[in-house]
Antibody
């Protein structure tokens, strides 16, 4: 069974940093692109970032470029999203999802709240 | 950036009726279009991709069509469990983009 479990969400002040993690299981992690998608409260889905299978290529939505970094550790079966210079508009549930195109498998999400 | 638009914003349908949801891309995405369903408090579920291939376990009442810039999701006979928000997403180019969603309500 494919499972994706996110962690690391928290309440953080504007300008602060947070690191999200995603722990995949049930599939060969190193053979899939991985993606972060977020959803602000009561709003729609927003693609955030995707990383290639070996980590050699990364893609970001413009609003997070220079502030967020997607990374992965294939040896430890882990996906990360380092978020710096957080803003109120980054408040959302962050989902990790398998794949770089359409996403069959999603985690349950982790809530990031940016507020003073 | 490819901008995705969906219409209508809200669709009120009676159980058993047909629902037709539209998705438009600001430029061609070829066949690289997916549809997701999201119920309140739940994770999005992939329904259709490619844009007419049903994902595993998706009932046959869901069908997708279109190519280029115009796409349609059809639910042939709405069941009570189908009332939800539906999103389209293009995966032809970076950044990936989602439409704003269509909410399907019970009439």
């Amino acid at each position: 069974e494919v499972l994706l479990v996110e962690s690391g969400g928290d309440l953080v002040q504007p300008g602060g940093s947070l690191r999200l993690s995603c722990a995949p299981s049930g599939f060969i992690f190193s053979t899939y692109r991985m993606t972060w998608v977020r959803q602000a409260p009561g709003k729609g889905l927003e693609w955030v970032a995707t990383i290639k299978e070996d980590g050699s290529e990364k893609y970001y939505v413009d609003s997070v470029k220079g502030r967020f970094t997607i990374s992965r550790d294939n040896a430890k079966n882990s996906l990360f999203l380092q978020m710096n210079s957080l803003r109120a508009e980054d408040t959302a549930v962050y989902y990790c999802a398998r794949g770089g195109s359409m996403h069959t498998y999603w985690g349950q999400g982790t809530l990031v709240t940016v507020s003073s | 950036e490819i901008v995705m638009t969906q219409s209508p914003v809200t669709l009120s349908v009676s159980p058993g009726e047909r629902a037709t949801l539209s998705c438009r891309a600001s430029q061609s995405v070829g066949s690289s279009l997916a549809w997701y369903q999201q119920k309140p408090g739940q994770v999005p579920r992939l329904l259709i991709y490619g844009p007419s291939t049903r994902a595993a376990g998706i009932p046959a009442r869901f069908s997708g069509s279109g190519s280029g810039t115009e796409f349609t999701l059809t639910i042939s006979s709405l069941q009570s469990e189908d009332f939800a928000v539906y999103y389209c997403q293009q995966y032809n180019d970076w950044p990936r983009t989602f439409g704003p969603g269509t909410k399907v309500n019970i009439k």
